[in-house]
Nanobody, 126 residues
Framework: VQLQASGGGLEQAGGSLRLSCTAS????????IGWFRQVPGKEREGVSC?????????YYLDSTKGRFTVSRDFARNTVYLQIDNLVPEDTAVYYC???????????????????WGQGTQVTVSS
């Protein structure tokens, strides 16, 4: 069971990035997939989630609404996080994670998630 996060990079403020989270060894069809970010010295923060347990309902951190869009491609067993209008505060390592145990009110709690990808660095220059 593996998750592979990719798509990070260096981008200017106002630009866009699309992060990918691809699963191997299992299908994402019956899982919730969360996206988290972390900067040094701070706790890991949940920024978005998509859950088949809620008919593909999506969840967003308030500060990311309107700029972040999470989606999934069942055929590719991949979940995407589109980040538009990047701001320097988006700079972080972004992780994807998955859980079969689902509590909607806890979608942003890292402790809910079992499997984690290795992270991809997003750096936004001003």
């Amino acid at each position: 069971v593996q998750l592979q996060a990719s798509g990070g990079g260096l981008e200017q403020a106002g630009g866009s990035l699309r992060l990918s989270c691809t699963a191997s060894g299992f299908t994402l069809d019956y899982f919730a997939i969360g996206w988290f970010r972390q900067v040094p010295g701070k706790e890991r923060e949940g920024v978005s989630c998509i859950s088949t347990r809620d008919s593909n309902r999506t969840y967003y951190l308030d500060s990311t609404k309107g700029r972040f869009t999470v989606s999934r491609d069942f055929a590719r067993n991949t979940v995407y996080l589109q980040i538009d209008n990047l701001v320097p505060e988006d700079t972080a390592v972004y992780y994807c994670a998955t859980t079969q145990v689902w509590y909607p009110s806890r979608w942003s709690d890292p402790r809910l998630y079992t499997y984690w990808g290795q992270g991809t660095q997003v750096t936004v220059s001003s």
